[in-house]
């Protein structure tokens, strides 16, 4: 019987899991499995492969790497004296869409170069769904080494999510995550993740340095990052001297209940304290705020300058968004060479590497004005 899939992120996290399952699939067979047309199946074929999560072949899709080729790594580690070949290259992400896809493919071209092959797994953001897909890699022990960006904050089941990877065989690196917000004491895994904290603090200075003085941060409810973000203001607070009547914290699910009211509600508060300048956290929060406050008759960057974090969506606003820019393509390749390291040489220190983002400043920044903050109720 055909499987529907309604919703195209879950099509295409289907489609990808059938084609690294199989190390190719045809156009017709997958629009058959998923109860779709053919052109919809091309159109998210195409997706991916823009993507760089699979290859786009007439009448279908390739894996990025045949599962035949062999793998070029093998004979320089055993010229070097030891070492596993890196082959296969288990990866659990929370999302095919936003954010990951350039992390993806950044890791997809380094494992490249080693003769590896990426087998992605999305899974949903909590533990015990990461903790389904991992088993699903790792207890037939078909992967040599492993890169996950796993849920650590829902207690019990990231706990035994950390106690499975410190009990593998295979080496892991976590990517945009640190063991340590979980469990202070954890060694074991490598990581890499990017200085969020460092790249929010960047966008406040960027806002004072133009001379906004009240300065205001609306932040996602649920990201992992958050935390971060709420460091970067308070230190943001100490250095530029925000008293609390001068500033404005807002939280928004981008994804729940009115978030538009939310919005409104925030944007009420920067005119009640007088903000000119906010850091919104993230790049889709961003989007919202620049639609109601065109809705409500505020200038950007005239009446509020916004800066953006992630750098995912802020070029298709009009202006274009000032953003802090993690480099996606770089902590993908990181990662990998990471994996490459610790088999070579397994007994090596564990790491935690950080990558500090880049501010792309672009349209929606600039001085405060002369008259002082309007923002239109």
């Not at 309604?6 to 084609?19: D, H, T």
């Not at 070029?72 to 992400?93: E, F, H, M, N, Y």
């Not at 949903?124 to 960006?149: K, V, W, Y």
């Amino acid at each position: 019987m055909a499987q529907t899939r309604s919703l195209p992120v879950g099509r295409r996290e289907a489609i990808l899991e059938r084609v690294n399952a199989r190390g190719e699939a045809r156009v017709a067979d997958l629009a058959s499995e998923l109860g779709v047309s053919a052109i919809t199946v091309r159109r998210d074929i195409a997706s991916l492969d823009g993507e760089g999560l699979l290859r786009q072949v007439r009448g279908g899709a390739h894996r990025l790497v045949p599962r035949d080729e062999p793998a070029q790594r093998s004979d320089r580690l055993a010229a070097a004296g030891g070492g596993t070949p890196l082959k296969d290259i288990g990866v659990i992400v929370p999302s095919l869409t936003y954010y990951w896809p350039r992390i993806l493919r950044g890791a997809s071209a380094a494992a490249d170069e080693h003769g590896a092959r990426l087998h992605i797994e999305a899974a949903a953001p909590r533990a015990e769904e990461c903790l389904e897909s991992l088993a699903r890699l790792t207890d037939e022990g078909a992967i040599d080494a492993l890169l996950l960006a796993p849920d650590l904050r829902s207690g019990e089941a990231s706990g035994e999510l950390l106690a499975r990877l410190r009990g593998l065989r295979a080496p892991v690196v976590l990517m945009e995550r640190d063991a340590r917000d979980l469990d202070p004491t954890f060694v074991g895994v490598d990581s890499v993740r990017t200085d969020h904290q460092q790249g929010a603090l960047d966008a406040f200075a960027h806002l004072h340095q133009l001379g906004h003085r009240r300065l205001g941060l609306l932040h996602d409810r649920t990201s992992p990052t958050v935390p971060r973000i709420l460091t970067a203001w308070q230190r943001a607070q100490e250095l530029f001297d925000l008293p609390a009547e001068h500033s404005a914290l807002g939280v928004l699910d981008t994804h729940g209940r009115n978030p538009a009211q939310q919005v409104d509600s925030f944007l009420d508060l920067c005119f009640d304290h007088g903000v000119t300048g906010i850091h919104v956290h993230s790049d889709e929060a961003a989007l919202l705020v620049m639609q109601q406050a065109g809705r409500r008759g505020i200038d950007v960057p005239g009446d509020l300058s916004i800066t953006a974090h992630d750098d995912e969506l802020s070029t298709l606003t009009r202006p274009a968004l000032t953003a802090v820019s993690p480099d996606k393509i770089a902590l993908g390749d990181r990662a990998v060479q990471m994996l490459v390291r610790r088999l070579e040489a397994p007994d090596a220190p564990y790491e935690r590497t950080e990558l500090l983002p880049r501010l792309h400043v672009r349209g929606t920044t600039a001085p405060p004005s002369d008259e002082g903050p309007s923002i239109p109720s």
